[in-house]
């Protein structure tokens, strides 16, 4: 007796919904299931094009079954074919792409420009290192943009204005900017973002006006209201010039909902995290990476306590090192969290056992004013 094909009898709307959730190769082979998935596959309102699915040994790049070649026809078919009817949403459109073979500047302009012409809501994009391909400039005035994960990608605005007034969650990793003045203009295009991962940017590739220096986040035309949640690791910036909410002419303005920071300070200046501190009320975790050997907190008990050392549950401190300045900004954190429960110290690994030992002893003796605190080293 045959088993019963319960997954067939779902509503359509159900079937599309698991189908959107599965990489667009394994959504369009469902069309040989039977006449009732013939066509499904057409309305998934999704596209997810991997470059692992194409990765099988071909020694003959010009052959025609060659991956490259595979992988191209495959991604510019799905393409047409769900763009030919005028009423089918692209909603989601992730492409990952691990062989620099894979893809070219003009394929994924092509495709990106495409999508963005179907009300796209999230855009997902990972290529290789090294790739040198740019971020097709439709993406940055997309006005139904809500989500966008770029990796790897050039980011040249080349004098373009940014028009995101959608966009919630902004993750870039690994990104090249030609000038450090573009994730300025990136960032003032996004007014109400809710997410913002920024880690691994480079420098401009071809050494260019900035001298091959790090881009920077400073001079941010408006504040960030809705921030919530914000990363900005491996990234070469002076917590000095942090101005995630700048308003030109004034100082900064409060992060009303940013609950959870993350930073990677290269000069670290603790008495202007402390100042940062005080434009973020409702912060719950905080995670500094000193990655300077540079040091200056001097004068810390003169700085006015936050309104987030009220909140503040959890704080962690990598690349610890046992000098004045970070027992400083240790010691007013453990002394002015009320609520803290956790203190994360991770010493750097240039620090001996002797050194580790006594910067623990140093932090034993710091009387804490939450009797609830763990302190973890």
Request: aromatic share 8%; net charge neutral; proline share 5%.
């Amino acid at each position: 007796m045959a088993e019963e094909d319960r997954i067939s009898g779902l509503p359509d709307q159900v079937l599309v919904d698991i189908l959107s959730r599965l990489p667009s190769t394994i959504v369009v082979h469902t069309r040989i299931l039977s006449n009732r998935w013939k066509n499904l596959w057409r309305s998934v309102p999704t596209v997810d094009i991997d470059s692992t699915f194409f990765n099988d040994a071909f020694p003959l790049i010009n052959h025609p079954n060659h991956p490259k070649h595979r992988f191209f026809q495959f991604a510019a078919s799905l393409i047409l074919a769900l763009t030919k009817d005028a009423k089918q949403a692209i909603l989601n459109f992730r492409l990952k792409c691990n062989n620099h073979y894979f893809c070219q500047c003009y394929d994924v302009k092509l495709w990106v420009d495409t999508i963005v012409r179907r009300s796209v809501e999230e855009i997902e994009i990972s290529l290789p290192p090294h790739t040198l391909i740019n971020l097709p400039l439709s993406v940055v005035t997309c006005q139904t943009l809500v989500v966008l994960k770029i990796e790897h990608l050039i980011v040249d605005l080349k004098g373009s204005v940014v028009q995101l007034p959608r966009l919630k969650t902004l993750h870039i990793d690994g990104a090249v900017l030609p000038k450090s003045l573009y994730l300025c203009l990136l960032l003032n295009g996004v007014p109400n973002l809710e997410d913002l991962k920024i880690k691994s940017l480079a420098p401009r590739y071809d050494g260019g006006d900035d001298g091959g220096s790090m881009p920077y986040v400073s001079g941010l035309s408006h504040s960030f209201p809705k921030l919530m949640r914000a990363d900005v690791s491996s990234v070469a910036i002076n917590i000095s010039d942090l101005r995630l909410s700048y308003v030109t002419g004034t100082s900064l303005t409060t992060f009303c909902n940013l609950i959870h920071m993350k930073l990677c300070m290269f000069d670290c200046k603790w008495g202007s995290l402390v100042r940062l501190l005080g434009f973020c009320p409702v912060l719950r975790i905080l995670h500094v990476d000193e990655a300077s050997d540079e040091r200056s907190a001097l004068g810390l008990k003169n700085e006015p306590v936050p309104d987030c050392m009220w909140r503040l549950r959890e704080c962690t401190i990598t690349n610890f090192r046992s000098v004045d300045a970070d027992l400083e900004f240790a010691t007013y954190i453990l002394q002015n969290a009320r609520v803290l429960l956790r203190m994360n110290i991770r010493s750097t690994s240039s620090l001996s056992q002797e050194e580790r030992m006594e910067l623990l002893q140093d932090l034993c003796m710091i009387p804490m004013i939450s009797r609830a605190c763990l302190v973890l080293f």
